[in-house]
């Protein structure tokens, strides 16, 4: 496995500070093994290693772990963070109907796919949706859909027969306004490879209907062939998102990083079996360690730098107890607290501290902490030392400097004062490690 090839790389290096460059190429000549095996394209593989393999040199290996664990878990969050760094929600919050449209290689999953979404779209969100499909390259593939919309009690375009696609879509985006849908799912026809007659149609039918999502619907079993795929209808259609069909295979899942690094777009679902109600929102993370292999390494690794996060965050309390807490220490504080259940989990805990709680919860949800970065960072450091000579002229300057507003500046320093109380009890209680042990 990869961990006992990394385990003979590192053999020799135990016990050393940081990454050297030479140590990192060597480890990462056994991931790229790993991401091929596990069905990454050749050349995605490539690239990604490259990239991981700058960020890991100089990096310095946690106490208690093996630099080859190290390295695995420096991996596993670039893979994390490549396969899910933005939002994956459909886009439906347009003037309806909602046009969605589906594009993939035949026998990706796409009809059932549609069906899929369309169920849980009526399902979970209440919306009204129609089906229609645009296959009239298989015959009977469009009384598939009709099949499917019975079983998901989801309304079908009626069939015309002849009908070439622009016109059953043009058709399904009118019947849909006359009669209220909010969302308009458009399958496709299936094409076995990427070939320019179905391309074309496919294009057209995009430029009639303007989509606001065009999907891609892709078999996870796609190995090497991911990149033409991906590059084929990525150089057609503006694609918005790409689904993963059969995860609940023996697939490796190699295929959503193939897709992420070629197309850029989000991974929105997965389907994870052939019942309707089988499709899933694509979870980074569950597919990252998939692909690696090495979900043990990556939870030891986490274990051990919270361990040392913890003695950290005592350190900072014994400062702050002298007196000492700037911003700087409420930054890292911050991200501290988060892994230990939660600022709003910790105040909640603690006598007297219990009004805090939805204040502290508020302040961590990510879009607040984005906007504490950018102010912190727009501070000078001495402010930050000294957070009591930010005066009326120096918040207009942070807020201007952070694109947010003096009230939010306002809010960061008061957060800062409530934290220097709060420090001080934490301190009185016997430490952030004794805290740390209530949450198990
Ligand atoms: P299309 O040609 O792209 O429209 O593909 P279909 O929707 O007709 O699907 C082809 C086959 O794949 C069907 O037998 C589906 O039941 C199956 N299928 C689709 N999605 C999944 C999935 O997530 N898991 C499994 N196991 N099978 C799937
Ligand atoms: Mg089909």
């Known amino acids: 496995s990869l961990s006992d090839r ?16 030479a140590d990192v190429r060597a480890a990462m000549r056994e991931v790229r093994v790993a991401l091929l095996e596990a069905d990454v394209a050749l050349p995605v593989a490539r690239d990604f290693v490259d990239k ?44 309806p109907p909602a046009v969605i449209m589906m594009v993939g290689l035949q026998g990706s999953g796409k009809t059932t796919t549609t069906a899929k979404l369309a169920k849980r779209l009526t399902e979970r969100e209440r919306k009204r949706v129609l089906m229609a499909s645009l296959d009239v390259a298989r015959p009977a593939a469009q009384e598939q859909l009709a099949v499917l919309g019975r079983q998901t ?16 879509a043009a058709r399904a985006i009118q019947a849909a306004k006359l009669q209220a849908y909010d969302v308009v799912l458009l399958d496709t026809a299936g094409r076995l490879h990427v070939d320019d007659a179905l391309m074309g149609e496919m ?55 193939s897709m992420r690094a070629v197309t850029g777009k ?48 005592e350190k900072l309390a014994a400062k702050m107890a002298k007196g000492k807490f700037d911003l700087d220490d409420l930054w890292s ?36 902490l984005v906007h504490m970065e950018a102010m912190l960072s727009s501070m000078t450091a001495k402010e930050r030392a000294k957070p009591e000579i930010v005066n009326a002229k120096r918040k207009i300057r942070i807020a201007k400097g952070s694109g947010t507003t003096v009230q939010e500046v306002n809010k960061l320093l008061k957060m ?12 009185k209680m016997g430490g952030l490690g004794k805290l740390a042990a209530m949450f198990g």
């Open 6 to 21: 990394l385990g003979n790389v590192f053999d020799r290096l135990r016990g050393r500070g940081a990454l050297t460059e």
């Open 52 to 95: 991981v393999t700058e960020k890991a040199v100089g990096q310095e290996v946690i106490r208690s772990v093996t630099p080859g664990q190290m390295v695995v878990k420096i991996v596993n969050d670039a893979l994390v963070e490549t396969l899910g760094s933005e939002t994956a929600e459909l886009n439906l919050d347009v003037n």
């Open 153 to 168: 009690n989801v309304d079908t375009l009626p069939i015309v027969a002849g009908q070439p696609p622009v016109e059953i």
């Open 203 to 257: 294009k057209a039918v995009a430029q009639a209907s303007k989509p606001t999502e065009t999907l891609l619907v892709v078999d996870s079993l796609t190995g090497q062939d991911a990149v033409n795929v991906a590059k084929g209808f990525a150089g057609e259609v503006d694609l918005t998102g790409v689904i993963l069909t059969r995860m609940d295979g023996d697939a490796r899942g190699g295929a959503a990083l």
């Open 266 to 313: 989000p991974i929105k679902f997965a389907g994870v079996g052939e019942a309707l109600d089988k499709l899933e929102a694509f979870h980074p993370d569950r597919v990252a360690g998939r692909i690696l292999g090495m979900g043990d390494v990556v939870s030891l690794v986490e274990r051990a730098a919270e361990t040392i996060e913890i003695e950290d965050a």
């Open 333 to 368: 504080q911050l991200k501290q607290m988060q892994r230990m259940g939660g600022l709003g989990a910790l105040a909640g805990m603690m006598p007297g501290m219990k009004g805090m709680k939805g204040a502290m919860d508020k302040a961590q949800d990510s879009k607040a």
């Open 416 to 427: 800062h004062q409530e934290m220097s109380t709060v420090m001080k009890r934490l301190k």
